[in-house]
Nanobody, 122 residues
C-alpha cells in the first residue's frame, strides 16, 4: 500500500516563497510519475506540476517560471518550490503518484496524499 504524505504548507505574503514536500512509501515502489495538484473551492482541480521518473517536467501556465518540481530519489520525496507567490496560488495542494511495478511513461495517477493548505495574503 502506497502512502503519500505532504508537508510544508502554510501562510505566506504575496511575493514570498514556500516549499512543499511529499514523502512516498509503500509498494509498488516505482513512482513512474509524480505531480502536484491544487484545489480551490469553486474551481476545478488544477495540475500544477508534473515530473516523470526519467526527468521530463511540465507546468501549468499559471505557475511556469515561479514553481519548480524536483525529486530526491534517495529519500523518495517530491518537492515543489514555490516562489513569487500571489493570492491566486491559495489552495489545498495534493501530491499524486503513478505507482507501478515496472517503469512506465504513463502519468495515470493511482495514489493521492491528503493535501497541505497554502494561503497567500496581500
Amino acid at each position: 500500500q502506497v502512502q503519500l504524505v505532504e508537508s510544508g504548507g502554510g501562510s505566506a505574503q504575496s511575493g514570498g516563497s514556500l516549499r512543499l514536500s511529499c514523502a512516498a512509501s509503500g509498494s509498488p515502489e516505482r513512482r513512474s510519475c509524480m505531480a502536484w495538484f491544487r484545489q480551490t473551492p469553486g474551481k476545478e482541480r488544477e495540475e500544477v506540476a508534473t515530473r516523470r521518473y526519467d526527468g521530463p517536467t511540465s507546468y501549468a501556465d499559471s505557475v511556469r517560471g515561479r514553481f519548480t518540481i524536483s525529486l530526491d530519489n534517495a529519500k523518495n520525496t517530491l518537492f515543489l518550490q514555490m516562489n513569487a507567490l500571489n493570492p491566486e496560488d491559495t489552495g489545498m495542494y495534493y501530491c499524486a503518484a503513478t505507482s507501478t511495478y515496472f517503469w512506465t511513461s504513463s502519468c495515470s495517477f493511482n495514489n493521492w496524499g491528503h493535501g497541505t493548505q497554502v494561503t497567500v495574503t496581500t
